[in-house]
């Protein structure tokens, strides 16, 4: 079946500002109208980005309503609904569902690793009782499991899976899983630094970190990409791969919360137990953005 995607081109996984007394939503909206005015297509909202395993439960469910409410009809939002419990995921994809949200956004479980025929499971029973697009998370280096291609194969023939966000780096199993799973199953890049080699065999943009702080760089270069133009997004892309991969010199988000507060945006708090990155770490992020041309 011929799926329509979620969204094409970029869409920011966007980072939670974090105050000592819970969110700013004020902050919020101003980084989701930055991110609208500089030509994003989608966002993510709780995704790992934006710290979803920190949030009370209250603050996923006000994160979600203040981010559909200032997006609406401007910009798909995705919510990042979890997890290693299918049923709090379930539950999550359920609100999510209730408040208008426009797809999902769904890893594989962490910490209590199941098999293959387990992640099958894990996926169809929100699939099966929400009726929204559901996106695939696969990032093995984060959660010790990965999806393979055969598993991927299996569950795009569920009409409700969209499609896959895919951050294993393993560009073998997106080439298989493109031959295995054609048009049944879209495909988005889970790391900046795939984006172009990934549109290449198929995907039709990406889920970016990157893009909190240069969202009309990353826009650019899907549009590029989409358009065939894959010569200018490779110049493109070059002039800006250092700096994708310094986004991860610590873990996500650690250096783009850093990164945002030296250009001078509000990316809020850290909540434990993640930390301001090292102070080594951070010269050599500043340097890297000022070596692509930013003001830092």
Same mark, same amino acid.
């Given at each position: 079946?011929?799926?329509?995607?979620?969204?094409? %081109? *970029?869409?920011?996984?966007? =980072?939670?500002?974090?105050?000592?007394?819970?969110?700013?939503? &004020?902050?919020?909206?101003?980084?989701?109208?930055?991110?609208?005015?500089? &030509? =994003?297509?989608?966002? =993510?909202?709780?995704?790992?980005?934006? #710290?979803?395993?920190?949030?009370?439960?209250?603050?996923?469910?006000?994160?979600?309503?203040?981010?559909?409410? *200032? *997006?609406?009809?401007? @910009?798909?939002?995705?919510?990042?609904?979890?997890?290693?419990?299918?049923?709090?995921?379930?539950?999550?994809?359920?609100?999510?569902?209730?408040?208008?949200?426009?797809?999902?956004?769904?890893?594989?479980? $962490?910490?209590?690793?199941?098999?293959?025929?387990?992640?099958?499971?894990?996926?169809?029973?929100?699939?099966?009782?929400?009726?929204?697009?559901?996106?695939?998370?696969?990032?093995?280096?984060?959660?010790?499991?990965?999806?393979?291609?055969?598993?991927? #194969?299996?569950?795009?023939?569920?009409?409700?899976?969209?499609?896959?966000?895919?951050?294993?780096?393993?560009?073998?199993?997106?080439?298989?899983?493109?031959? /295995? *799973?054609?048009?049944? @199953?879209?495909?988005?890049?889970?790391?900046?630094?795939?984006?172009?080699?990934?549109? !290449?065999? &198929?995907?039709?943009?990406?889920?970016?970190?990157?893009?909190?702080?240069?969202?009309?760089? =990353?826009?650019?270069?899907?549009?590029?990409? /989409?358009? %065939?133009?894959?010569?200018?997004?490779?110049?493109?892309?070059?002039?800006?791969? !250092?700096? $994708?991969?310094?986004?991860?010199?610590?873990?996500?988000?650690?250096?783009?919360?850093? !990164?945002?507060?030296?250009? &001078?945006?509000?990316? %809020?708090?850290?909540?434990?137990?993640?930390?301001?990155?090292?102070?080594?770490?951070?010269?050599?992020?500043?340097?890297?953005?000022?070596?692509?041309? @930013?003001?830092?």
């Amino acid at each position: 079946m011929l799926k329509t995607p979620l969204f094409k %081109g *970029c869409c920011t996984a966007i =980072v939670t500002p974090f105050t000592e007394r819970g969110i700013d939503y &004020g902050r919020l909206e101003k980084n989701l109208n930055d991110q609208y005015d500089n &030509g =994003v297509s989608a966002v =993510v909202v709780a995704g790992t980005t934006g #710290e979803m395993a920190t949030l009370s439960g209250e603050e996923y469910r006000e994160l979600l309503r203040q981010s559909v409410r *200032c *997006c609406r009809s401007r @910009l798909t939002v995705i919510a990042g609904i979890g997890g290693n419990n299918t049923l709090t995921a379930l539950k999550n994809a359920e609100y999510a569902a209730s408040i208008g949200v426009d797809g999902l956004l769904m890893v594989t479980p $962490f910490y209590n690793k199941t098999s293959q025929t387990g992640l099958i499971e894990h996926f169809r029973t929100v699939a099966d009782r929400v009726d929204l697009p559901l996106i695939l998370y696969n990032v093995p280096s984060r959660t010790g499991i990965g999806i393979q291609a055969e598993t991927y #194969e299996a569950l795009a023939r569920h009409p409700n899976i969209n499609g896959i966000k895919e951050a294993s780096g393993d560009f073998s199993l997106i080439a298989k899983t493109r031959s /295995l *799973c054609g048009s049944n @199953l879209n495909l988005w890049s889970g790391n900046d630094d795939n984006t172009v080699p990934m549109m !290449a065999l &198929g995907a039709i943009g990406v889920i970016s970190v990157a893009s909190n702080i240069v969202p009309g760089v =990353v826009s650019k270069l899907c549009d590029l990409a /989409l358009s %065939g133009d894959y010569p200018a997004a490779a110049e493109l892309y070059a002039r800006y791969s !250092a700096l $994708f991969s310094a986004l991860f010199i610590e873990t996500n988000p650690m250096p783009v919360k850093a !990164a945002m507060q030296m250009l &001078g945006t509000d990316s %809020g708090l850290l909540r434990l137990p993640l930390v301001s990155i090292s102070e080594e770490h951070s010269d050599a992020l500043r340097n890297t953005m000022r070596t692509a041309g @930013l003001s830092v």
